[in-house]
């Protein structure tokens, strides 16, 4: 602990630095305080603990990394190669930690949809608070530590019955300009019996400092509703530190489909922590992952099964290569009243290079007698038979192995099923593998 | 077209063609048989650019050009297809996606434009009914879940659309029904040309009955030990290849 001391000092004198300006009142200073005595008594995590055995956050703890006042200017290009070709969609744009009304694009919602801002929800509401009452539990020192700091992020609530016509695009950009920043960003989605909505979580990363991104997603589905969340995470490899938890609460038959990429981050810490609460709740966690030279990926999940008739369905496929990192800790828990909890997980790696390497592990807890658990595990390298196969067909060397290694992980990207999404992906993907841009836009 | 000399190629230094001679001009067929273990797909696999052979000694030339100087792309960029024995499954990229990305390639090699898509639609339909295949086929993965048949029969597909200068088939005949071998003989005999030329290997006659050669070669202990024209696979399928390897022996 020593070590960290230093940093935690700097920390607690950033926030007396910028307490005043930070959203909420009283109330909420006083969770804010909560979430400082957290992070500060326990510090960053260390390789010493189980959950970060395989990450290690030492580079990014020597950073002293400061609160924004306000978002960066950003000039009309850069916002514009983060959206989409064809996705007509909601947009919110958060920079530097601070949603940007003038940028964001919230005309025409329909009936029974709020879309705001995080801060303005903590300072206009009375009955505010940082973490929804129904994830009351939200462990680590990196979400105290968000707590503490949070000041903005995308609020969204559905009433009873409303659906979101066009999905939410949420842009999440650090500008990287003028000093190290970090951003300590809160998202929450609210969806109320039987209400419905499709939510992009869009990380991004710019400039030319090293910054950190703190995010945590609050997500609550009510009776019968729907969610479908894509993170999609495009960090700079060589400067962004990105940590991104996810904590969702779900009621009966309800439904949440979380689709994760991450394709970017110097070091990218995800973890996705899920209570299936109600009976015949379903959750889908599906993520692909992409590391090049010295990235680092680190992916928990945790799913509870907590009543009978839960489902969970969870596929993660990561692709390294260089001396790149992957991590998959995928727990599941079924406790004892979740009878007839039907789950399945797996998680396939692609090692693209002797230096790469991945920690995969599944951890399943079962006190339930009638259920199905299934897990299963791998990791190779590229079918060398099918690299010949295609480039008898003409296409060279480093363009098969492109077009074999995304079809590895194509399925998930097809999941999706947002086509302008999908394209975006799938092309940002490619331009990620050697030799692959060629071959981006052939489908 | 094709020109082979005294090909010598072995496997972790075990040696298996043994000095193969043969020319093979521009609109002729050409049969390979043999018996397992002959070197026939040796043969074929070396041809289009596999790198698992050390070639020991020997040369072969096409259209002017040292064949193995080329990688297994620039070959099939130079008009030289190989139907695949096993074709190999590749979930997640579809046949569709897969020729696109071929034809592209072979036309930026040639310094050509790419494909357009109507263009390609086009191309796709009109050879596709050739090998009575049907398009939710040709979307899926290639020879994704397909049947055995199935795949030789996209084999030739793939050689329909991409035309070759110079197509080897490798075995595409073997474990086929009657009616897939009339599909499979019917692509073969669509794109004999006078530019054009086919090499036929293959361990059964009947394919040569359908998609008759103009030359038959017989390959044994890795050398070519009889050549003639298509009555000697009569001859073959009369006496057996055990036959012929016995009187090579004795000569």
Not at chain 1, 409 to 434: C, D, F, G
Request: proline share 3%; net charge negative; aromatic share 6%.
């Amino acid at each position: 602990m020593d070590q960290i001391t230093p940093a935690m000092d700097y920390y607690l004198a950033e926030f007396t630095r910028v307490e005043r300006n930070l959203p909420g009142a009283d109330k909420i200073g006083e969770q804010r305080q909560d979430g400082l005595r957290a992070f500060t008594a326990h510090g960053f995590p260390t390789v010493r603990e189980e959950d970060w055995k395989y990450t290690d956050l030492r580079p990014l703890s020597k950073h002293t990394f400061e609160i924004s006042d306000q978002a960066a200017k950003l000039d009309a290009d850069t916002l514009a190669a983060c959206i989409p070709e064809a996705l007509d969609a909601y947009r919110v744009v958060v920079v530097d930690g601070h949603f940007v009304a003038d940028l964001s694009q919230l005309s025409g919602l329909p009936a029974g949809v709020h879309i705001g801002s995080f801060a303005d929800y903590l300072n206009d509401n009375a009955k505010a608070s940082i973490q929804h009452p129904l994830l009351d539990k939200q462990p680590g020192s990196l979400v105290a530590m968000n707590a503490a700091f949070v000041t903005d992020g995308v609020h969204v609530e559905l009433q009873r019955n409303a659906v979101l016509d066009k999905p939410l695009h949420v842009i999440t950009l650090a500008s990287g300009s003028e000093d190290e920043r970090m951003a300590q960003v809160r998202h929450r989605f609210e969806l109320h019996e039987n209400s419905q909505a499709t939510i992009i979580e869009h990380y991004i990363g710019v400039g030319e400092l090293a910054y950190f991104t703190n995010a945590v997603t609050e997500a609550v589905t009510h009776a019968n509703a729907q969610l479908t969340r894509c993170r999609l995470q495009e960090e700079s490899p060589r400067r962004g530190y990105h940590v991104s938890v996810l904590f969702a609460h779900q009621e009966r038959d309800s439904r949440i489909y979380n689709h994760s990429f991450d394709l970017g981050g110097r070091l990218a810490r995800i973890d996705t922590h899920t209570w299936l609460g109600g009976e015949n709740t379903e959750i889908g966690l599906y993520g692909v992952f992409i590391g090049n030279d010295r990235q680092h990926i680190d992916n928990h999940t945790r799913v509870d099964h907590a009543i009978p008739h839960g489902t969970s369905r969870e596929i993660f496929k990561g692709v390294l290569d260089g001396r790149s990192r992957g991590v998959f800790n995928g727990k599941i828990v079924i406790h004892q009243d979740a009878q007839k909890t039907d789950s399945e997980q797996s998680s396939d790696t692609l090692l693209l290079s002797k230096k790469a390497e991945i920690d995969a592990k599944p951890e399943l807890e079962i006190y339930a007698d009638d259920v199905i658990a299934a897990h299963g595990s791998t990791v190779g390298q590229l079918d060398e038979d099918a690299v010949h196969y295609l480039r008898s067909r003409g296409i060279d060397e480093t363009g098969a192995r492109a077009i074999l290694t995304y079809s590895f992980a194509r399925e998930l990207v097809q999941m999706l099923n947002m086509e302008p999404l999908e394209r975006y992906i799938e092309s940002t993907l490619m331009t990620k593998l050697p030799g692959g841009e060629l071959f981006a836009n052939v489908v | 077209m094709l020109s082979i000399k005294n090909l010598h190629a072995e496997i972790e230094g075990a040696p298996i063609l043994r000095g193969i001679n043969l020319e093979v001009g521009a609109g002729e067929t050409h049969a390979i048989m043999g018996p397992n273990g002959s070197g026939k797909s040796t043969l074929a696999s070396i041809l289009a650019g596999r790198e698992d052979y050390d070639i020991t000694a020997g040369s072969v030339t096409y259209q002017g050009k040292d064949l193995l100087e080329l990688a297994a792309d620039e070959r099939a960029c130079e008009g030289i297809f190989l139907g695949f024995q096993y074709p190999v499954e590749i979930p997640g990229v579809s046949n569709l996606y897969m020729l696109r990305a071929a034809l592209n390639a072979r036309r930026a090699y040639h310094g050509e434009p790419e494909i357009n898509a109507m263009d390609f639609m086009q191309l796709i339909n009109d050879k596709v009914a050739h090998v009575n295949m049907n398009m939710d086929m040709v979307k899926r993965g290639v020879n994704e879940g397909f049947s055995g048949g199935e795949k030789k029969r996209n084999e030739v597909f793939q050689m329909l659309v991409l035309e070759p200068t110079l197509a080897i088939l490798d075995e595409t005949d073997s474990g086929l029904d009657i009616d897939a071998l009339r599909i499979v003989a019917n692509g073969i005999n669509t794109l004999r040309s006078p530019e054009r030329a086919t090499i036929l290997v293959t361990h059964y006659k009947r394919l040569l009955e359908h998609a008759k050669p103009d030359y038959v070669h017989v390959l044994a202990h890795g050398q070519i030990v009889q050549s003639g024209g298509p009555e000697l696979a009569d001859e073959l399928e009369e006496k057996g290849y055990t036959a012929i390897e016995a009187e090579q022996e004795t000569a």
